[in-house]
C-alpha cells in the first residue's frame, strides 16, 4: 500500500515509517462476498492483499452497474475519509484477503503528517481519473472498444504493481458482469470475445 502511494506523492522516510505502523485487522472473505454496502457507515478503509473485487450500484429497478474493479495493495471506500456513507457495494470477484485500517488512525497521520494527505488525496484523484475515463469508454466507444479498453487498463495496472510488463493475467468476472462493467448484454460481450479471441488478441 505505500508503495503504490509514493508513486504519485513523495513520502518521507519518517512518514513511511508511520504509515506501516498504522493498526490494521487481516481477514479472508469467499468470491461473492460483500466487503462494504451501499449506504454503510463502517469505521474502517480497506485494502486487498489478494484477489480481486468489484465496486456496484444498483438502481432502483434492481439493475447492477459495476463501477470498477479493485485489484491487490489498492485502498477501497478512501472516500468515507471525507463522506459519512458508502456510496457503492464492494464485492469480491475470487477469494481475497482484506486488511482493514481504522479511519481515525488514517485521518491522524493525515492530519499530523502533510506528504501522508498528498499521498491519500492523489490516491482519490486517480480513482476519480479512472472513473471518468470508464464514463468515456461506456458513452463513446463501441462494444468492441469498450471491452478493449477495460483489459488494457487491468494489463496496465496489473503491470504497474509488480508484474513483468506484458505478462498474461487472468480476469475471473463473467459475461454478465462484464456487460454491466460496459453497458452491454451479455450476448452482445459474447460475440465481441469470440472476436477477440478469432484475432488471437485473448484467450
Not at 468470491?31 to 438502481?59: E, N, Q
Not at 476519480?128 to 458513452?139: D, F
Amino acid at each position: 500500500m505505500v508503495d503504490r502511494l509514493e508513486v504519485h506523492a513523495a513520502i518521507s522516510i519518517e512518514d513511511r515509517a508511520g504509515l506501516l505502523e498504522l493498526p490494521f485487522a487481516s481477514r479472508w472473505f469467499e468470491a461473492g462476498s460483500y466487503l462494504a454496502r451501499d449506504g454503510d457507515t463502517p469505521d474502517h478503509c480497506g485494502m486487498l492483499v489478494s484477489g480481486l473485487a468489484f465496486r456496484h450500484k444498483i438502481s432502483g429497478e434492481g439493475l447492477r452497474q459495476v463501477v470498477s474493479v479493485q485489484i491487490p495493495d489498492e485502498l477501497f471506500n478512501l472516500q468515507l475519509l471525507y463522506l459519512a456513507g458508502a456510496d457503492c457495494n464492494v464485492q469480491t470477484l475470487t477469494r481475497c484477503e482484506v486488511v482493514s485500517i481504522p479511519q481515525d488512525a488514517l485521518r491522524r497521520i493525515a492530519a499530523e503528517r502533510a506528504s501522508v494527505a498528498h499521498a491519500l488525496f492523489a490516491a482519490v484523484a486517480i480513482e476519480l481519473s479512472i472513473a471518468r475515463e470508464w464514463m468515456l469508454n461506456i458513452g463513446r466507444r463501441d462494444a468492441r472498444t469498450r471491452i478493449a479498453h477495460l483489459l488494457c487498463e487491468l494489463a496496465a495496472r496489473l503491470d504497474r504493481w509488480g508484474s513483468p510488463p506484458g505478462q498474461a493475467y487472468e480476469l475471473p468476472m463473467t459475461q454478465e458482469q462484464l456487460g454491466d462493467a460496459l453497458g452491454l448484454t451479455a450476448v452482445h460481450v459474447n460475440r465481441t470475445l469470440k472476436g477477440l479471441v478469432r484475432d488471437g488478441l485473448v484467450e
